[in-house]
């Protein structure tokens, strides 16, 4: 009776931990930490380093009706992003993609949360991790 008590308990507990994000705590505007981690050779995440631009990294926002927006404009990019998002489970697709006659995108137009909170967004791009703050 005790294994079975034991057994139904850890069940329970492994199906409470599933990362289903509800797509009300992915609405609001984000904005870049300029925190990247890469992946390394062995598979394992890198540490977290502070990147330099000379070019500021707009805020980026998602809305209750399902659109991406870059610095409050329509977000699709050449192989990265379009202007409008689904969320299902942790992965955020895009539609509405902008049309790049000039270059392969080879990418899919999918970013996988690895962690939502409160305060900070961190969003994976294939080999790479960006971390994002919450500004509203």
């Known amino acids: ?11 329970i ?4 931990c599933q990362s289903d ?6 609405i609001g505007v984000w904005a870049p930490t300029y925190q990247i981690q890469n992946k390394e050779a062995n598979g394992k995440w890198g ?6 631009t000379l070019m500021a990294i707009p805020d980026m926002e998602f809305t209750a009706s399902g659109d991406f927006l870059r610095d409050g404009k329509p977000g699709a990019a050449c192989c990265s992003a379009g202007n409008k998002y689904t969320l299902s ?21 999918q970013w996988k949360i690895h962690e ?6 961190i969003l994976e791009f294939g080999e790479s991790r960006s971390k994002y703050a919450r500004v509203k």
Do not use: A, H, Q
């Open 13 to 16: 507990g492994l199906l409470s």
């Open 1 to 11: 009776m005790k294994r079975l008590i034991l057994s139904i308990s850890i069940t």
């Open 47 to 52: 540490r977290w380093i502070t990147i330099n």
């Open 89 to 109: 489970g942790n992965t955020i697709t895009f539609s509405e993609i902008k049309d790049c006659p000039n270059v392969d995108c080879s990418l899919s137009y």
């Open 116 to 121: 939502l909170t409160s305060k900070f967004l």
């Open 21 to 26: 994000i509800s797509p009300k705590k992915l």
